[in-house]
């Protein structure tokens, strides 16, 4: 059956429109500007002038509203996907360092991609660690990392049906270009992060194939006027793209102006490194497997000792930012959502944007920023009126002090 949906701002590949988006099954068939009538039996959407723009594309999960993206049991990965449909995450990677469980939790993935989908798509994983340096850890464990080797990284693709696409590592570490250069002919992207490499180091990962830098300017070398480091190979290299975290806490607003300016709108990537708690209500948590652990009092996730641990907001909560502080055009910003991580995942051709053949990845949002409604591959997920709950009620039970 088809549907049309109408809308007086259709955030549209060609540009924003007033006008109809006609789906049939899972694709866009047409765009019309104007409201055309719609054919007998098809489903109609009017939207009037709520904003319809393409389908948001995570890149760095953790988890989200109490589900973990590191977990061994695919139920728990299909609901975490399915809670995604509420902020107007329609693909995703789900995001995993080393743990005990890791390659179960790499099956229980694989499990879930060859089901039948429930929420958002899943395009495959994101591996953080375990190829990393001591020397930015962030929230990761030291016992955690080791230096880079390709017999480990294929017991990691064998337990993930080679599902793996993205690896973030450090370029300087032990047998790094090595790694680098095998996972380049595996079409694997390599992302620079958690990395003290200096400038010299960066260009070379670069040169092998790197693609991407991890929550750039966060756990990497910093510049320096007489030593630029991977940030400053980040900002200047117009071959990577830069994975941003935008919830103006894990970067200044400053700083995204200053890489804005520098690499422009087709280079950036908006993430929300979101964690298992994100999306929880603020409060501070003894999580059976963490320990003391806050949402909040401020933007961010923190484990016992205060170390930021990822942002309590989504994705939307960036696009946010840069429209309505950073004050770019919503055009530039929905390319920075979802045209680019598509670019980066190479499935642009099919998602990341609204045009036609596309997949009818599509979120509605009204003027607050709150997601109204989200389609994908053509069929509507969600609705701001669904009294569904996404979240996982038994993290709750975990609260022991809620701040204001």
């Not at 179960?104 to 375990?130: T, Y």
């Not at 599509?362 to 003027?367: E, K, M, Q, T």
Request: glycine content about 8%; aromatic content about 8%.
């Amino acid at each position: 059956m088809k549907k049309f949906i109408y809308s007086d701002r259709i955030y549209s590949e060609r540009g924003l429109i007033s006008g109809t988006i006609e789906l049939e099954d899972s694709k866009i068939l047409q765009i019309h500007h104007g409201r055309i009538a719609p054919e007998p039996e098809a489903e109609v959407f009017d939207y009037g002038s709520l904003r319809v723009i393409p389908g948001m594309i995570e890149m760095h999960l953790h988890g989200y509203m109490g589900w973990n993206a590191m977990s061994p049991d695919a139920n728990e990965i299909a609901a975490l996907s399915k809670s995604l449909v509420t902020c107007g995450v329609t693909g995703y990677l789900p995001t995993n360092h080393y743990s005990e469980t890791v390659f179960e939790n790499n099956k229980a993935i694989v499990k879930v991609m060859s089901s039948p989908r429930q929420g958002a798509r899943i395009f495959g994983i994101h591996m953080e660690g375990r190829f990393i340096s001591l020397e930015k850890l962030g929230s990761v464990i030291p016992d955690e990392v080791q230096p880079a080797s390709i017999e480990l990284m294929q017991k990691y693709l064998d337990t993930s049906d080679n599902q793996i696409r993205t690896v973030t590592m450090a370029p300087e570490i032990p047998n790094a270009e090595e790694l680098i250069s095998f996972l380049v002919r595996k079409k694997i992207n390599v992302c620079m992060g958690h990395s003290n490499a200096t400038y010299a180091e960066a260009r070379r990962a670069i040169d092998l194939g790197a693609i991407i830098t991890q929550k750039t300017g966060n756990c990497m070398r910093g510049m320096h006027h007489r030593e630029m480091g991977l940030l400053g190979a980040a900002l200047l290299d117009m071959r990577l793209y830069n994975e941003i975290n935008s919830d103006l806490a894990h970067t200044s607003k400053e700083f995204l102006e200053m890489i804005y300016r520098l690499k422009g709108a087709l280079k950036l990537c908006i993430v929300a490194d979101s964690g298992v708690m994100s999306g929880m209500p603020k409060g501070e948590y003894e999580l059976p497997d963490r320990g003391t652990y806050r949402v909040g009092p401020d933007t961010l996730l923190h484990i016992a000792d205060w170390t930021i641990d990822g942002s309590i907001y989504s994705m939307l909560y960036g696009l946010h930012n840069w429209v309505e502080v950073i004050r770019i055009p919503m055009e530039e910003a929905v390319v920075m959502a979802s045209l680019n991580p598509a670019k980066v995942l190479r499935i642009d051709h099919q998602k990341g944007s609204i045009h036609e053949g596309k997949d009818a990845d599509l979120v509605v949002l009204a003027d607050d920023y709150k997601v109204e409604a989200t389609f994908i591959e053509g069929e509507l997920e969600y609705t701001r009126q669904d009294q569904h709950i996404y979240y996982n009620t038994k993290v709750l039970n975990y609260m022991t002090k809620a701040f204001d």
